[in-house]
């Protein structure tokens, strides 16, 4: 039987912690861009895609987790 809580604890995890990866990589772009002006769409929106992209193994997972619990 699937914990559906601690799965989806576990996939809020994994998107918060891709979430926080992305900064990094996102405001030393955001400098070079254009050091005069901020990009607040990108300082926000592109870490959002690196927590999508780490999320998605772990979603596939519940869902393969669910095919073989039935």
């Keep these: 039987m699937i914990d559906w809580s601690k799965r ?3 996939i809020l995890a994994t998107f918060v912690n891709g979430y926080g ?3 990094p990589v996102v405001l030393p772009a955001n400098y070079l861009l254009d050091p005069t002006l901020i990009h607040w769409d ?3 929106g592109l870490p959002i895609l690196s927590g999508l992209v780490v ?5 596939a997972k519940v869902i393969n987790e669910y ?3 039935r």
């Design 42 to 44: 990108f300082i926000f």
């Design 21 to 23: 990866s992305g900064f």
């Design 67 to 69: 095919a073989n619990s």
């Design 8 to 10: 989806g604890a576990k």
């Design 55 to 59: 999320t998605w193994p772990q979603i």
